[in-house]
């Protein structure tokens, strides 16, 4: 499988990952207004890293090279 930089890409993982950054700035009024609360904050930092990991995944045009091993490993070729 070959790489290819897609500007596409490029700007939708930074997408991605800008919005996780918001989740992480801003994860006590999230987690207030749309969750538990206290109880939940840890999760919603956690959801917000997992989304900026992801977004630079997709921006390096990396995310189909980790599919395709997911894939490979469920299905076997």
Do not use: P
């Amino acid at each position: 499988m070959d790489f290819t930089f897609s500007f596409g890409w490029l700007f939708g993982g930074l997408a991605i990952a800008l919005a996780g950054g918001l989740i992480v700035i801003f994860y006590r009024q999230i987690a207030d207004n749309l969750a538990n609360g206290v109880s939940s904050y840890d999760k919603i930092k956690l959801f917000g890293v997992i989304a900026i990991a992801i977004g630079f995944l997709i921006a390096a045009n990396l995310h189909i090279l980790v599919l395709t091993f997911i894939t490979n490993i469920l299905f076997g070729r």
